[in-house]
Structure formats: C-alpha cells, structure tokens
C-alpha cells in the first residue's frame, strides 16, 4: 500500500498493478505491513528517507540543521510495479523494494531476527549504476535519561574498493584518510585522547555519493567493515538520512548546501594574519602587539581578546582594571587597519550578576530533578552552569547581553568560545529534550542565535564567529571553525592534516587550527635531533624547549595555507618575533605570502560559495582516478593549483611527497617541472614547505599590504603552462552583503597554452587590457 500527501492521498494499489507513473508530491508514504516508508526530494540529485514503525514519526519534519523550506519534487517522477517503488530523476532513482510476501519463520529467525518489518532499498546515479544499498534497519528498544526510546540505526553494502571520508572532525589518525576499516564515535567529546572530536554526521564516499544522517544523539559510524557500512544512534523513534549523488564533488557539496545551507564568504579580513594568545592580559599589551606588528611592517588583520578578560565567569563585562578603555582601544585598532575579536563564553557562575535571574528563568542546563547544572564534577570544573541554547528565549537573552555589554565597545567579531560544550549534556536536561537525545546540537544552535542576532544588528557587515564545534548545517552560520586546544607538539601538528581534511570534506570549509598549538608550551624537550633554528634568543618564551621556534615556524608554514591563519597559544609569548629571530625571518616572509595569496584565496572563497565545496581539500577529489591518492591525508590541494605537503617531524629536511597522475606539476619554489604519478624526494630546507602547483594553472598574485583594510590592487599573474587553463578572478568590497546581490567583478582569466597568451574577459575593462603584461609565465 502507498500513501501520498496529494492527488494519492487515500488511493491504494494492489501489487499486481501494472507499472504507473505519477506526478511529484511533497512526500511519499508507502506501507510496508508494518513499518511506514516516507520519501522526500530535496533537488534532482538529493533524496530524503526516513524509515519507523509509527507512521507519525516518518510524517515527521527532518531535524535540526536541515533547511526543510528547500525540499524540491519537481525533477522527479514516481513509478510502482510488483518488486516495489521508484522514485526517479534524470540525477538519481531510488527503489524501496516491496514487502516480503508473508513466511514461516525458521529457528534463528524466530529468537534473533529484529521484530520489524524488512526493509531494503537501492540508489542508483544518473549513470545507472547502483551506489546505494541499503540492506537493513533496527530500532532497539532503550532507556536513555529516563525515557523508554530506541536506538536506531541502517545498514548498507559496502564495496570492496569503496573509500568513506567526512564524518567531522575526529584527530585519531597520523596519515591516513581514508575512514574505512574504522569505526567513528560522533559525538563532540572535548576530551577525546588524540584532540576533541566534533561531530558532523556527512560521509561522502569514493562511489560518487553521500549520506547525511539525521539524528544529533551520539551516533556510531562503522565504515566498510564485513562488507558493510553502517550508522546507528543512540537515541531516536525513527531512522532518517539523506542521499545525495554527483559526478563531481561540486555536485555533491552544492546538493548538501540545498540541505543545510550555503557557505557566506568570509569578511576578507578573515584571510589575514588573526593573532591571539591565552591570554593578553591588558588592553595595553593588545595595542603593543598590534603596533608592532605595524612598526615591522608585518602584515596583520586581527587582533583577539581571549578569556578572562572579564571580573566573573558569565558577568558579560569587561575588566576596566585592564581594559579601562575598550572603545579607545579599538578605535586605535581600527585606525591601524585592524579588527577584532573576543571571546564571550557560554557558562555562568553562582557569583556572577546573571546566574540567579538565568536560573529563574530556567535558562540553564539542567538535571533529572530540574535544577541548574553547575560544573562538571567529575573534572573538577567549577566554571559555572550552561546557558541553553536550544531555548529560544535563552538564546535571544544571551545575544542581547553580550551585545550591549561587550561587542558594542567596538569589538568587530564574537569568538563563541566552549560550544561543543565542554559541560557534557548527557544526563542532563535541554529545553528540548534530553542532552543524551540532543547531543550533537549545542554549537549550531548557540552560534546561529548569534549570528542572526549579528546580521540583524549590523546588516550591511558580514558576520565572522570563531567556534569551536559544528553540527549539519553550522556551515551557513559564518563561523570559521579550529581543532580546538590541541598540544604544542609535533604529533599534534601531525595529526592536523588528516582532520582538517575529513573536516572540510564534512562540509565545513572554513576550518583551521592554532599554529603552535594551544595547550601550555613545557619548558623543555625530548627531541633527539640538533633543532634547524637557533633557539637562544627566545629562552623568554621557549625556555630549554630547543625545537619549539623550529614546530612554530613549520607549522606557521602550513597555516600560510589554510582557509585561516590564526597564531594562538598558552604561552608566555605568541607572536612571530618571540622565537628567535631565524624563526621571526621566515616566518614573516610567510605572512607576506600569505597576503599576496589573497586574491587567489579569496576567489576560492567565491568558489566556495557557489558550489559548498571546500578549497583546502583531499587529493582525491581532484584525482578520483588515481588510486594512489584514496588513503593519502599528508598532502592535500589548496585551491585548483596548489598541492601542499607540510613538513610535521622534527629535523626533517626533505620529504617524500606523491605527485598525483594526469598532470605535471611544477615545484612552487624552483619551478622545476616534474611528471605525476609517482612519489619524488622533494628538499625542504627550514625555510621551505613543499608546495607545487598544477601545469596549467593560473595564480594572480597582489600587491605588498599591511592588512585587507588596504586596497589590494593585482601585481602579477603566474601562469604554470603545459595546457590550457582558466580562472575566475573574484573581488567585492570585503566587507558587505552586496555580493549576494551581484555587486562584484569577476575577470575571467584564459592562458592559450598553444599561443602562449592570456587574456581577460568580463570584469573591469581597464584591468583587462593588463592582464597579458601582468602575466609571468613560470618555467625553468
């Protein structure tokens, strides 16, 4: 039997119904003796199942994060035979096979099978080709926080050559990156043993496809293990998921953004140097650092306020023993072409001016009983109860107080600190229900109330939030997004290449780290190799820690190319002249670079926008051909040029770096021209990371500023020959909305490989007539 919501609707068909084709319907709910079906289009390439035994729960709006205004039918027609339903678009089809006939249960059957009505269905791409099978589905019976749920999950066929990656953040790996073989908690867990994990329940597979779940409780990710994949949640009355399918990973992430929503380009600002340190102490010392990095003429864009800043933990004030002068002090920023950030907390202590009224009002986390969560006992942690975000009110009061007490002394950006949060729900109370059911949720409702609260407040400023943890849709929020307090060690920098990039893969593209790591710098160290920079000018800072100038500078090599370059750290000292001044040399001849990137960078972000893809990206979306590069998570591309391969032992001074086939590729440093497809030693001296970039590339380069303050005019072309190539120049005013409404130029750059010409098209005229003598054609 078949229900839908429209000209269906009451109608059944018998199983023996010739194959009939009908037009598309909001939904469709079919009958399966015994669990309810319900199918939902969200564009020509996105489905939406969602699979339970009552039919209420699959007639159900999706969960949070999922923009359920965007579901789209149009593309789709509807068709049923004796082996079940189709559902088809010239992108994807989707079959839910029919019921089972009935049977007499044999022995294991009858005492293990699950009581639940079988269900399987198939995906198949625009090619035909089956990347969807779904074989099973459970919901358990389970008791979580006093209330009788279930735990639900599906399972799907694996292939024997199928990659998984995404999932969100999780640091266990060293290399690899591929998540096959593993099994992933997602959940965001502060204190997971490698870094904390935050959970981004989006895996795209190798196959040309990907699954978005929808559930926020703890969810278990087992990837191709036994010939199956599988999701299973803690908590929920219903499984419900998403497939999306695309020949490309554009078509795959702009089918996600459909979903969840789009990536906003960041104000410009958020692609220079953002310098930070747990913590400035005074508003004097924030003024001597953003000075000197002026009196240098090192660029720099933001400066940050880190915690304790104020008198109490959730008073939502600033300490005028030490900050005597905000609004002075950021006029003086302002004045330099700087802006800045600071960061406001979600926790509230018994002493502060705030808890009794929050407490009052319910505003808080709670426990079984209904009172206010204070702390986490089993960690000592006395910093106060937890505001809850999924309370509208709540919400909407904490944006209001951290407003007019701290962001309107002048304060440019909110860096919404402890959002996964480290006040671990589970056992405790949301407005909306359980923190086991609701686990996942906290960051994208805490940092969207803020960011709408931001973009109603000042329209015509683009919104930028630092936050520690996402969820399914924490991407459209304007939030750019760090691996949290990570260790200032070599290991922990190691770790970072395959994390970012599951990250990014995730959906999330504005994803970053603190270069040096966070987590207090000890004073000595167990290195076995003579360090590659002189440390003895920098004992204030790294004490008898000999290779801590050389961890810094190699890692400040790497966040030269991230979406985000952010130095921060528990240390004495953060900035790049507290290391020695061989270390400061090379480390501001990055930062330089860095910002000659920005017209190059920001047109990524451009791109990012567009499409939901990620610019700082795994190989194998570029490659996914090339075998070599499935499990490859050292190395990664930045943009559509650059591979980047960053040094993360220490003493090391050259490195082993794949250079991925169908192309050639240049060294960035040398403009040596190298063939792909096979693995080259490649030198790096401490001065140099291994960078190349892809024949037939182009790379518009900008002029020398201070900050993105400054006009940044475009002072050279680099075009990599070996094919022809294109680019598309993008620039707005860095600052505004107005490029949502067009108000931008984009040049279309074209390099003729045969001629040997470029050319520009479209954009500013006068700009155009100076591309071909800009250009700087790169061979050796």
Known sequence: MRNSNLALLGLVWSLATAVTIVNATPAVTLDRHGAWVSIEAYGPNVVHVTIAADKAQVLKAPGYGILAEHADHSAFHEAHDPSGDTFASPELTLHVDAAPPPHTPGTMERYFAPDLAPIRLQVKNAKGATVVNMTSWEMSPYEVAGEATYQVGATFSAAADEHYYGMGQNQGSLGPLDLRGRVIDCRHWYDAPSGETVCVPF???????????????????????????????KVGERVSFFVVTGDTPEAIYSAYARVTGKTPIPPKAAFGLIQSKARYDSQAEVLRVAHTYREKNYP????????????????????????????????QLHDAGVKSIISIWPRFERSGRYFSELDAKGYFLKDKDGKTVDGLPFRSDRTGALIDSTHPAARQWFWEHARDNILSHGF??????????????????????????????????????VAQGLRTWKPDERVLILSRAAYL??????????????DP????????????????ASGIAYWGNDIGGWQYLPQTTSATHAPLLDPSDARDTVGQ?????ELLTRWFEYGTFLPTLRLHGDRKHTEIWAFGHQAEAIMAKYDKLRYRLIPYIYSQAKKAYDTGAPFMRPLWMDFPDDTQVADLGTEYMFGPAFLVAPITKQGQVDKDVYLPAGSDWYNFWTNEKL????????????EQIPVFVRAGSIVPLGSDIQSTASKQSVSEIRVYPGKDADFALYDDDGTSYDYQAGKSTTTLLHWNNASGSLNGTGG???FNKKVPELAKIMAR
């Open 203 to 233: 895996m795209v597979s190798s196959k040309g496809y990907g699954i978005i779940w929808d559930n926020p409780s703890d969810t278990r990710f087992v990837a191709g293990i036994r010939g199956r994949t599988s999701f299973q949640s």
């Open 545 to 549: 820690n000999n290779d801590y100038p």
């Open 764 to 766: 500013d005229a006068a």
């Open 473 to 486: 849709g924490s991407q459209r929020t304007g939030a750019l997004f760090w691996s949290s307090d990570i």
């Open 489 to 504: 060690t070599w290991e922990a920098l190691q770790r970072q290449i395959p994390t970012g990039l599951n990250m990014t």
């Open 412 to 449: 440019d950006y909110p860096w919404l600190d402890e959002t996964e949060p480290d006040l671990v729900p589970d056992g405790y109370f949301f407005s909306i229900g359980s923190g086991d059911r609701y686990h996942n949720v906290f960051p994208l409702l805490h940092v969207e109330g």
């Open 675 to 686: 063939v792909g497809g096979r693995w080259v030693k490649v030198a790096a001296p401490i």
């Open 300 to 331: 720099l864009d933001v400066m940050v306020v880190d915690w304790f800043y104020w008198t109490h933990m959730g008073q939502l004030d600033i300490n005028p023993a030490e900050f005597p002068d905000p609004d002075g002090m950021n006029k």
